[in-house]
C-alpha cells in the first residue's frame, strides 16, 4: 500500500511536470509567432513606403502584400495616419503567422501612430511614428465575437469586435495592462517609417 501511494504521488508529479512544459512550449511558441508577424508587418510599411512621394499625404498608398487572409484596409500606413492614436485592426479576423486564414488562427495586430514634425517645415513630414500590437488569447479565452455553426459564422473570433482594441495597454508599471485581466496577451514593437527620399533632401530626424 505505501509503495503503491508513492507510486501515486510519483505519477502526479510526472503529469503536472508535463503540463508546465506543454504550457511554456506554448507561450514560447505564440511569443515567437507573434513577434515574426509584427516584424513582417514592419516589412510590409517599408515596402508601402515606397509608394510615398508627397509629405503628410499616405492616402493614396496601396497595399503591397498580395497574400490571403482577412485585410482589414488597403494599406498599413494609410492606416495609421488615421488612427489619431488608437489602435485600429490590421486584421478583421485573427490569422496565423503567415497571415493567412489556414494553420493556427490565433493572431490579431492593431496599428497606431503620427507624423512626426519636421523642424525645417513645420507641419509638413515625411517621417511616421508607428506601434504596433500583435495580440493573442491566453489559454481557455477566443477572440471577441466567436460563435459555432452557421455560414458566417466566425469560429475564431473578430480582432474588432467586442472592447479589444479599446483594451490594448502598453505595460507602464507593475500593474498587468487591461488586455491581459481580460485574458490576452500582446507583443509591442515600434518603428519610423521615412517617406521615399526625405531623409536624403538633407533633412536631419530632428
Request: proline share 5%; with cysteine.
Amino acid at each position: 500500500m505505501v509503495a503503491g501511494l508513492i507510486f501515486a504521488f510519483g505519477m502526479m508529479a510526472a503529469v503536472a511536470m508535463q503540463y508546465t512544459a506543454l504550457d511554456g512550449f506554448s507561450n514560447t511558441r505564440d511569443l515567437t509567432n507573434a513577434s515574426e508577424i509584427g516584424t513582417r508587418l514592419i516589412d510590409v510599411m517599408n515596402l508601402e513606403s515606397q509608394q510615398w512621394r508627397n509629405s503628410g499625404d499616405l492616402s493614396s498608398i496601396s497595399s503591397v502584400y498580395g497574400g490571403s487572409g482577412y485585410w482589414e484596409t488597403g494599406s498599413i500606413l494609410s492606416t495609421v495616419n488615421s488612427s489619431s492614436w488608437q489602435w485600429k485592426p490590421v486584421f478583421s479576423q485573427p490569422v496565423d503567422v503567415r497571415f493567412s486564414d489556414g494553420g493556427a488562427r490565433r493572431y490579431c495586430a492593431y496599428v497606431r501612430g503620427g507624423l512626426l514634425n519636421d523642424p525645417q517645415q513645420p507641419g509638413s513630414s515625411g517621417m511616421l511614428r508607428v506601434q504596433i500590437a500583435v495580440a493573442y488569447p491566453s489559454s481557455k479565452r477566443v477572440f471577441p465575437g466567436a460563435s459555432s455553426g452557421g455560414q458566417n459564422a466566425a469560429p475564431y473570433g473578430l480582432c474588432d469586435g467586442g472592447n479589444l482594441p479599446g483594451s490594448i495597454e502598453v505595460p507602464t508599471g507593475s500593474e498587468p495592462p487591461q488586455h491581459e485581466l481580460d485574458g490576452y496577451r500582446a507583443v509591442f514593437m515600434g518603428t519610423v517609417i521615412t517617406q521615399r527620399g526625405y531623409l536624403s533632401e538633407g533633412r536631419s530626424r530632428g
